[in-house]
């Protein structure tokens, strides 16, 4: 018995297709051949994940991970031509779910007026989803979230990985994969399974020996409609085919799922488990069911009698213990050194967090032994319990204390005592940090006036700015200055403003500090988001040419002044790397802590970011005519990885373990202080790729480099740094290999594809001449000798005199940019 054929499924995958076709950034696949039959192709199908948020959604299904072949020409009988062609989904995930208030139809109010009883709570499993679904009737398809078989750069891929587990299972249990397949085939179904195996992937919460393997949450019909099974019945798949069962517990209310995911939130476990979050498994109700005032919240999108997820994800300890693996990750990693002051203010907001810091830094300092494979997933929870085990020792408790006692990282208040009537919110900022953004929220959420720089189009835009906050005071008690306000003078006028209102005003900044962040990864991080909001901006929209937005940039991280201590009466320390909730949300419990306004509704919230969402620049500076277009575009002097480094902080690490070493260490350190001293280190660093001196020779790679220009997310690289390389004159890193850093989402993977074919296609002489120039001993000595120095230092040339020490694990990233001085 086979499946029946559907003519709605294999509607659905035609649509894909053509979707594909038309918006390739919005719905992509990749084939395989699968592994249990190579001669059938297996299509993965991948939506943008951001717009599943979407209403209505612009896909014609919301599975997350959908494996589909192609039929036969006469699989439903008749002839076929390419027109008609025919499809089957052979696997199929769940729809895409959300955690509480990630839309607004999954609010607690929400789920109350559209959902129904029983709510099955499922736990949720920290690991990698696995697929199993039947190929043929006696053969199995056993997959990723959206691949299968070998993955490039893996030993084992996850996929593969997972069919190990199972195979296991399966003979513990005297059954055969054609059994199974059989079974799954009969039923069309996929089984939902989740990959929980530290010696294979390390997550952030661990296992133990009886709970490793294949953790079986789900039976899903492979329909274009999400039909999934009850739990009590995968549970009892569970049983017969030797999975483990993920605990669940059913509920009857939504009150009854707060009040139980609230207990369970305060406790951080559940029958003494560590807790990710539950997963919660219900359906959409029907609306007659439903008392008249429930039209008054947000409506589902799903239709009623619909089997519909949601999720309640726990911030503690899970989120902690990740914050733990994300800075353990930063501090080996070679852009940052052992230096908690390189790391994200956000992350260290905890006073857990604040002496793990420090613990680890000394941890790493001793032995790097045990850290050797953690950026591979590898040592990730050892470090973990070692970590948890000091803080149990009465040093451990004491420094806890200590930065219990501490104030906090993101919030501070000059003068608590005093009592202000009006408040002026001033950002400090560069463009693309996502002051407007944020302001908008916060006006949107609380009321406060706001007015916009960039709206103001008179010739002295300056004075008229200032004239409009002291005009928005008469009327509102608090007014968001909406300005970069990078300079000194910015902030004194509005300190004059306050003075000037009459009453007690104070000035609360929303400091959007650079310092601990490389600055080309700040230039990154805000040039895409300029990028991205494109014409949507009153005077700074990205051109196409020679990069104008890129260089204003620039100009603001060169010349922007920090905020100093007694500047403004209070502060927000604002995260450039931190995505807009965040941004949102930290903007927000600043305010509450600050100005002693109620802290917002959860519905609130995501209404401003829907607000912000839906904003257009309502006057807009009309574009300068654009002069020798043809030209500007190859106006770059050269094309260069711009290097997200503080070359300072990396080598003044490395160098200061030697600074009093004899012999050639020694002699690095010793060259080091000099040139940091004369001021000669890169402010800028950058790896060379090719000049335009070097054209027409190598008019192909510069060709290469322009269109990668062209690329919507641009690719970001990696480079290993192997040697620090030095003479009389001139002092360099090395580049021992180059790699693609792979980023999620449509865009990114159309960056991470196009980096892999610049990389494949590069000539074998440039790796040995990349590197990045560290400094001059003058200004006289041109930057080109450090390549020079490079490429004889690699042929062994004594001439040069060169000298070099090496470099342990030492990364950057970087793109490649057209660069012009």
């Keep these: 018995m086979a499946p029946t054929f559907s003519e709605e499924d294999s509607q659905l995958i035609a649509g894909l297709h053509r979707l594909s076709k038309k918006s390739p950034k919005l719905v992509k696949s990749s084939t395989y051949p699968a592994p249990a039959d190579p001669n059938i192709v297996v299509r993965s199908w991948k939506m943008n994940e951001f717009k599943y948020y979407d209403v209505p959604s612009p896909f014609p299904t919301l599975a997350r991970g959908i494996f589909t072949v192609e039929l036969p020409p006469k699989a439903d009988g008749k002839e076929a031509g390419e027109s008609e062609q025919k499809y089957r989904i052979v696997a199929r995930g769940y729809d895409k779910f959300f955690n509480i208030g990630e839309v607004p139809w999954v609010t607690w109010p929400a789920l109350e007026s559209h959902t129904a009883a029983p709510y099955t709570l499922s736990l949720k499993s920290n690991g990698c989803i696995i697929f199993i679904a039947a190929l043929t009737k006696s053969k199995l398809l056993v997959t990723s979230k959206h691949s299968l078989g070998p993955v490039a750069g893996s030993a084992v891929s996850h996929a593969q990985a997972g069919e190990a587990w199972l195979r296991k299972y399966l003979e513990q249990k005297g059954r055969t994969e054609e059994q199974l397949a059989t079974h799954l085939w009969e039923n069309n179904w996929t089984a939902v399974a989740e990959l929980c195996d530290d010696s294979f992937e390390e997550h952030v919460l661990g296992y133990p020996p009886e709970k490793t393997g294949l953790h079986l949450h789900g039976l899903n019909v492979c329909t274009k409609a999400f039909k999934t099974l009850s739990h009590s019945e995968v549970d009892a798949f569970a049983e017969e085919w030797g999975f483990i069962k993920t605990a669940s517990i059913t509920l009857n209310t939504i009150p009854d799922v707060r009040a139980f995911t609230s207990e369970i939130a305060e406790l951080g476990e559940w029958n003494g488990e560590a807790v990710e979050g539950f997963v919660v498994r219900t359906h959409v109700a029907d609306p007659k069911s439903k008392p008249a005032s429930a039209a008054s919240t947000s409506a589902s999108p799903y239709a009623p009698g619909s089997s519909f997820f949601f999720k309640v994800k726990f911030d503690e300890p899970y989120m902690m213990y990740r914050d733990w693996r994300e800075v353990t990750k930063k501090l080996l990693s070679a852009s940052s050194t052992l230096s908690a002051s390189a790391l994200p203010k956000a992350k260290m907001r905890r006073a857990e967090t604040r002496v793990y810091v420090r613990w680890v830094i000394d941890e790493i300092k001793r032995d790097r032994?045990?850290?050797?494979?953690?950026?591979?997933?590898?040592?990730?929870?050892?470090?973990?319990?070692?970590?948890?085990?000091?803080?149990?020792?009465?040093?451990?408790?004491?420094?806890?204390?200590?930065?219990?006692?501490?104030?906090?990282?993101?919030?501070?208040?000059?003068?608590?005592?005093?009592?202000?009537?009006?408040?002026?919110?001033?950002?400090?900022?560069?463009?693309?940090?996502?002051?407007?953004?944020?302001?908008?929220?916060?006006?949107?959420?609380?009321?406060?006036?706001?007015?916009?720089?960039?709206?103001?189009?008179?010739?002295?835009?300056?004075?008229?700015?200032?004239?409009?906050?002291?005009?928005?005071?008469?009327?509102?008690?608090?007014?968001?200055?909406?300005?970069?306000?990078?300079?000194?003078?910015?902030?004194?006028?509005?300190?004059?403003?306050?003075?000037?209102?009459?009453?007690?005003?104070?000035?609360?900044?929303?400091?959007?500090?650079?310092?601990?962040?490389?600055?080309?990864?700040?230039?990154?991080?805000?040039?895409?988001?300029?990028?991205?909001?494109?014409?949507?901006?009153?005077?700074?929209?990205?051109?196409?040419?020679?990069?104008?937005?890129?260089?204003?940039?620039?100009?603001?991280?060169?010349?922007?002044?920090?905020?100093?201590?007694?500047?403004?009466?209070?502060?927000?320390?604002?995260?450039?790397?931190?995505?807009?909730?965040?941004?949102?949300?930290?903007?927000?419990?600043?305010?509450?802590?600050?100005?002693?306004?109620?802290?917002?509704?959860?519905?609130?919230?995501?209404?401003?970011?829907?607000?912000?969402?839906?904003?257009?620049?309502?006057?807009?500076?009309?574009?300068?005519?654009?002069?020798?277009?043809?030209?500007?575009?190859?106006?770059?002097?050269?094309?260069?990885?711009?290097?997200?480094?503080?070359?300072?902080?990396?080598?003044?690490?490395?160098?200061?373990?030697?600074?009093?070493?004899?012999?050639?260490?020694?002699?690095?350190?010793?060259?080091?202080?000099?040139?940091?001293?004369?001021?000669?280190?890169?402010?800028?660093?950058?790896?060379?790729?090719?000049?335009?001196?070097?054209?027409?020779?190598?008019?192909?790679?510069?060709?290469?480099?322009?269109?990668?220009?062209?690329?919507?997310?641009?690719?970001?690289?990696?480079?290993?740094?192997?040697?620090?390389?030095?003479?009389?004159?001139?002092?360099?890193?090395?580049?021992?290999?180059?790699?693609?850093v792979e980023e999620a989402g449509a865009d990114g993977e159309e960056g991470t594809k196009k980096g892999k074919e610049f990389l494949e296609g590069l000539p074998e002489h440039l790796t040995r001449r990349l590197h990045i120039t560290v400094a001059t001993k003058s200004a006289s000595i041109p930057a080109v000798e450090a390549k020079d120095l490079v490429e004889a230092w690699r042929k062994g040339k004594t001439a040069v005199k060169a000298q070099s020490i090496k470099l342990d694990d030492v990364f950057v990233t970087g793109r490649i940019k057209g660069l012009f001085n």
Excluded at 501 to 510: A, D, Q, S, Y
Excluded at 528 to 539: I, K
Excluded at 650 to 663: D, F, I, K, P, S
């Design 369 to 740: 032994a045990p850290f050797a494979e953690y950026t591979k997933g590898k040592g990730i929870i050892a470090a973990r319990e070692r970590f948890l085990a000091y803080l149990q020792t009465p040093r451990g408790k004491e420094e806890l204390a200590k930065a219990k006692k501490g104030a906090t990282e993101s919030v501070s208040v000059m003068n608590k005592d005093e009592v202000f009537q009006k408040t002026i919110i001033v950002p400090v900022a560069i463009p693309g940090c996502g002051k407007t953004a944020v302001s908008i929220a916060l006006e949107h959420i609380f009321g406060f006036g706001h007015t916009q720089s960039d709206d103001v189009m008179v010739k002295k835009a300056a004075p008229q700015f200032i004239k409009n906050v002291a005009s928005l005071l008469k009327t509102h008690d608090v007014v968001i200055a909406d300005k970069n306000n990078h300079l000194i003078q910015h902030r004194q006028a509005l300190r004059d403003v306050a003075k000037a209102t009459g009453v007690p005003t104070r000035l609360l900044g929303l400091n959007w500090g650079v310092g601990s962040v490389p600055q080309a990864t700040v230039h990154r991080v805000c040039g895409d988001r300029v990028m991205r909001r494109g014409a949507n901006h009153q005077t700074l929209r990205p051109d196409e040419s020679a990069g104008h937005h890129e260089e204003v940039i620039w100009m603001f991280l060169n010349t922007r002044e920090e905020l100093a201590e007694r500047e403004v009466d209070a502060v927000v320390e604002m995260e450039v790397e931190e995505g807009l909730e965040e941004a949102v949300r930290r903007a927000v419990d600043g305010c509450v802590r600050i100005l002693g306004v109620e802290r917002p509704g959860e519905e609130k919230i995501v209404r401003a970011l829907e607000v912000v969402d839906a904003y257009k620049a309502e006057v807009k500076k009309p574009d300068e005519k654009k002069k020798n277009k043809a030209k500007a575009k190859d106006a770059a002097r050269y094309y260069g990885f711009l290097a997200e480094v503080e070359l300072e902080e990396v080598l003044g690490t490395r160098l200061g373990m030697v600074a009093n070493a004899q012999g050639v260490e020694g002699e690095a350190a010793s060259v080091w202080g000099v040139l940091k001293g004369a001021g000669r280190v890169a402010r800028r660093p950058h790896i060379t790729v090719v000049h335009r001196n070097s054209l027409p020779a190598e008019q192909e790679l510069w060709t290469r480099c322009a269109e990668l220009q062209t690329v919507k997310n641009p690719p970001l690289f990696r480079a290993r740094l192997g040697h620090l390389v030095w003479n009389a004159r001139v002092m360099a890193l090395t580049v021992d290999a180059l790699e693609v």
